[in-house]
């Protein structure tokens, strides 16, 4: 089959993969429409030490499945939760699946990903997609997910003024989910294009300089950089939640002591719920269309690529075929 592999941050075109075959408990999956997000981009400098197929926001279709699996997958328009769980570890007994001390994460950790024709995954992590929810907005329940995580993490009625910082592909997404919150929201949007993009869901833009010190209940960063999440920690108000979307390659170098001074929570957001991102696409609760810059072919993986490193770019997505 034909797929993007990476090898030592090194991507290139491969077709001499062989068609994955799915286990008594999986589903062979044909890919529809993948995106490109942050994290690819970071595993192509080496975040994760990821060697093969990447690619972990996607739609697809059920061609096939084990023979312990249910018929009436195939045929269904999925998408899959990206951390595939071993169902048998002591976090997976207390159903936080997403933390699986033995789990694989598609694209990204012993997992291959979307950027290819075909992939294989456990039919446990599928999610059926309603027929309203469209191949365009599907490839964005991933990030949506994870967006709507923070809602799913804070209890948002006790906080009144949140602060986003960071306007990039997740940043866009967690400010649609905070309109929803109806809370009083800025966002430090550094690109007139991301400004642009947030006049849709009404959020106030203010520039990196004009962030008050500990005016914010919440914040958030979702820069991708450490002078990001010490903006956001600067203006956290006393005992405010300070949320970490970020992850970072080298380990942080900062003064933690105003967390104990100020008594401010931080707190770390990773992956969400699927089934509320796509409640939220289905009832047209999101947009997303704005969002998209551009779709290219598995071939023309180097243009896509290219477009999905410029500066302030959006959503880029791939279409193996
Ligand atoms: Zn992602
Ligand atoms: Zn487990």
């Known amino acids: 089959m034909k797929a993007l592999s990476l090898k030592n941050q090194n ?43 990447p690619g972990h926001e996607f739609v697809a279709e059920v061609l096939a499945v084990g023979d312990g699996v249910n018929n009436d997958w195939l045929g ?31 694209g990204i950790r012993e997992h291959q990903g979307a ?6 995954v456990k039919v446990n992590s599928l999610h059926l997609i309603p027929d309203r929810i469209d191949d365009r907005q599907a ?54 294009r991301q400004r642009a993009l947030l006049q849709r869901v009404a ?21 991708g950089g450490e002078p990001g999440l010490l903006l956001a920690l600067k203006a956290t108000r006393p005992q405010g939640v300070c949320v970490m979307k970020s992850s970072f390659p080298t380990p942080l170098i900062t003064d933690l002591t105003q967390l104990v001074i100020d008594e401010i929570q931080l ?9 509320h991102a796509i409640a939220a696409l289905e009832k047209g ?20 690529f290219t477009l999905a490193q410029k500066k302030g770019a959006m959503k880029v997505l791939i279409k193996p075929r």
């Open 11 to 53: 991507l290139t075109l491969c077709n001499t993969l062989s068609q994955p075959r799915p286990a008594s408990d999986e589903a062979l999956l044909k890919i529809r429409l993948a995106g490109i997000c942050g994290t690819d981009l970071a595993l192509l400098k080496g975040y994760a030490d990821f060697c093969g197929v």
């Open 76 to 106: 269904k328009r999925v998408v899959a939760e990206i951390n595939q769980w071993c169902g048998k570890c002591e976090q997976c007994l207390r159903q936080q699946y997403r933390h699986c001390q033995h789990r694989r994460v598609i």
């Open 115 to 120: 950027f290819a024709e075909w992939l294989v």
């Open 139 to 192: 490839v964005f329940i991933e990030p949506l997910a994870a967006a709507f995580r923070i809602v799913e993490q804070l209890q948002f009625h006790t906080y009144q003024e949140v602060l986003l910082v960071g306007a990039g592909r997740l940043g866009q997404l967690i400010a649609r989910v905070m309109a929803l919150q109806e809370k009083e929201i800025k966002i430090v949007a550094r690109y007139e």
């Open 203 to 223: 959020a106030s833009c203010i520039d990196e300089t004009e962030v008050k010190p500990k005016s914010a209940d919440v914040t958030i960063d979702a820069t």
């Open 267 to 275: 707190m770390g957001s990773r992956c969400g719920d699927f089934t």
């Open 285 to 304: 609760a999101i947009e997303t269309e704005s969002l998209i810059d551009g779709t290219c072919l598995l071939e023309d993986y180097q243009a896509a």
